[in-house]
């Protein structure tokens, strides 16, 4: 005789006699044996690159430093130059040719990227390349012979450079036309008091030796960049009324800024609260520069970099604040803005955003290295060089700070951990969009967060669900896939959001962050200023972590693999509640995740249990003993909609 009371036991009863579902109409696509098999990096650990993901015992690096000197035009958009490449050879191999890479002929009618963008609407004829030497070692210069193909020119030395250490100076003059479009990443845009010029891809560049490729020659289709480390020297000369903003150091301010100027700027690297070096007022006054005819030269150097960009213009209002970083040290955040992009609900508070964010990367992850950082205002969306930063003239409040701090974490990724972003654009764009996420959390005690818009979760929801939309769309790229590969369509999508999403759920829902941010600290620390390969981060986050994680660079990295987690029967054990409940979940689709199931009982109670990953290593379903000694009121797995589910109505059992 069944002691129960009456109406528990009757429940009791209808819980055992209902099926916690009807049998799946659909087949599993799971296969254990798919997604755990052995998994094959991309890249070979090598004595270059060990197994733990760190540079091996032989790892090498090849170096660049610039010397630049280059005269702006502004009347007929000329800029010509001239350079010289400090090149050293620290790769086993002599070199008997130089690559470089010539991005202004992305510009070009018969660019090889006209045929693969909608950019440019605005053609010019590139480079122009007016001489190539190569200095022997003795001061003595001898004409190299060059040929271009596209966006990259090789160079024949007339002796190889030898391997281990050999070195040689490369003297290019050359000029070009700045574009009056956006499309590659720099332009001309018009403001009330001047034009604007956002300067980038300026000069021609070596491209990358290394032990992946040899030469990695990719040409420039919009893809961004890959680039050597080195110092640079560069001199900027324009017309006397212009300001120049630079990645780097200015060097000769007194050459440049009235003495009020200077006065201001000191006074800004004291100063948490922003500061006015240039006011709205003074853009029109001549006072407001050192000298008001014929031109100015502005200096700037920088150490350990790959690149350096400027802005240029007579128009530009500019403010600055001192940026605290860790160990005491300090740095200097500055706006350059034209004056009607001000007022405090825009670019009167980017400097305000751009300090915020600086100080919050460098204490989370890795301190900013350089002594300046900068923001300028132009027709740019957004884009990234060292220590400089394009960001939208119109932008607003959220949309402003979102900006600021995407386009300034970019520092971290790729300007300090030097991916290839023409290959793997997800180490930059999809790394830089995680620390976004918490840096939306961080800033100003949540002022614009959560982080929703067009890098993460655009359509303003649950990021998990939104995800999961993504990964069903059959026509989406995988993100190892090549960042030429990715359409516009998809390139938000994948590169950003799902490469983003996959840091948070390795951080939240995988190792979680006790380990996962000091190991992600370290591949910083270790990759800083090198060139990690997606394997040598897939390798290093194992190791430092204590996971196994093939299964997950797998189904979220090689593939578009989809998550479906059932809960397919609830039964109390031996038909007593009082021993327990026992759980048949399952996993339906190819995607492995772990997973939080959650019983609520019916005093509203409730119990969490971790579904491991290890649970499908063998298993499509499994039976899951959860103790208890109350009626079950009901059984949810991925009750937060933390993970990217595809199918929720059959994530939740409630008795009837």
């Known amino acids: 005789m069944n002691n129960l009371p009456l109406s528990l036991a009757a429940a009791a009863a209808v819980l055992l006699a209902m099926p916690a579902f009807a049998a799946d109409t659909a087949p599993a696509r799971f296969n254990p044996l798919q997604a755990f098999a052995p998994y094959s990096y991309p890249q070979p650990a090598t004595a270059y690159r060990s197994a733990s993901g760190k540079p091996g015992p032989l790892f090498w690096q090849n170096r660049a430093d610039y010397q630049i000197k280059a005269t702006l035009d502004p009347a007929t958009r000329l800029l010509s130059g001239s350079e010289v490449i400090s090149y050293t050879n620290r790769s086993p191999d002599a070199l008997d040719v130089l690559w470089l890479q010539l991005d202004q002929n992305r510009y070009r009618k018969d660019a090889r990227g006209a045929f693969t963008g909608k950019f440019p609407t605005e053609f010019t004829d590139g480079y122009r390349i007016d001489s190539v030497e190569v200095d022997d070692g003795a001061g003595h210069l001898q004409k190299a012979a060059w040929l271009v193909s596209d966006t990259r020119m090789q160079v024949q030395l007339p002796n190889a450079l030898k391997a281990a250490g050999g070195q040689l100076k490369l003297h290019i003059r050359w000029s070009f036309t700045v574009p009056g479009e956006f499309g590659g990443r720099m332009d001309v845009n018009a403001s009330k008091n001047g034009e604007i010029f956002e300067i980038a891809q300026w000069y021609p560049r070596m491209a990358v030796y290394d032990d992946l490729r040899g030469w990695d020659t990719a040409p420039y289709l919009n893809s961004e960049f890959y680039l050597e480390y080195g110092d640079f020297d560069y001199a900027v000369t324009v ?140 027709t740019a969306g957004g884009m990234e060089y060292p220590g400089i930063t394009f960001d939208h003239k119109l932008a607003k409040g959220k949309n402003l700070h979102m900006v600021i701090a995407h386009e300034i974490g970019h520092i971290w990724f790729p300007m300090i951990v030097g991916s290839n ?21 961080a800033f100003n005690h949540g002022e614009y967060a959560p982080k929703r818009d067009s890098e993460y979760a655009p359509g303003g929801g649950n990021p998990a669900d939104e995800i999961a939309a993504v990964l069903a769309d059959p026509a989406a790229p995988a993100l190892l896939n090549g960042a030429d590969m990715t359409s516009e369509k998809y390139r938000h999508p994948i590169s950003y959001f799902k490469g983003a999403f996959g840091l948070v759920l390795l951080r939240e829902q995988i190792i979680g962050p006790e380990r996962f941010d000091p190991a992600f600290r370290r591949y910083i620390a270790t990759w800083a200023y090198k060139h990690p390969s997606p394997s040598d981060f897939f390798r290093f986050m194992e190791s430092e972590t204590g996971e ?39 996993n339906l689709d190819q995607l492995v995740l772990p997973a939080t199931l959650e019983v609520i009982y019916d005093d509203g109670s409730k119990q969490d249990v971790r579904v491991p990953w290890e649970t499908w290593q063998q298993h499509r379903s499994y039976v899951i003993h959860v103790d208890g000694t109350r009626m079950m009121k009901s059984v949810t797995i991925d009750p937060a909609h933390a993970l990217p589910d595809q199918d929720r109505s059959n994530n939740i059992f409630v008795p009837k």
């Open 239 to 378: 017309p006397w009324d212009m300001i120049v903003a630079g990645s780097g150091e200015l060097i000769n301010p007194q050459d440049v800024l009235t003495r009020t100027e200077q006065q201001r700027l000191e006074q800004a690297r004291h100063s948490d609260k922003t500061v006015v070096i240039r006011s709205a007022d003074e853009v029109t006054q001549p006072s407001s520069r050192p000298k008001n005819s014929g031109t100015l030269t502005w200096r700037f150097r920088m150490h350990n970099t790959r690149d350096v960009a400027f802005g240029a213009s007579k128009a530009f209002v500019w403010d600055a604040a001192r940026i605290n970083l860790p160990e005491g040290k300090t740095a200097l955040a500055m706006s350059v803005y034209p004056a009607e992009s001000g007022g405090d609900a825009a670019w009167g508070r980017a400097t305000e955003y751009l300090k915020a964010s600086t100080e919050y990367f460098s204490k989370q992850w890795y301190p900013y290295p350089w002594p300046v950082a900068i923001n300028e205002a132009g």
């Open 421 to 441: 972003e023409r290959r793997a654009a997800w180490m930059d764009e999809g790394f830089n969009t995680f620390i976004d996420v918490y840096e939306d959390d």
């Open 548 to 586: 196994d994680l093939g299964w997950f660079w797998r189904g979220w990295f090689e593939h578009n693999w989809q998550l479906d987690l059932a809960v397919q029967k609830v039964a109390y054990t031996g038909g007593d509640y009082r021993k327990g409940v026992d759980i048949t979940v399952a």
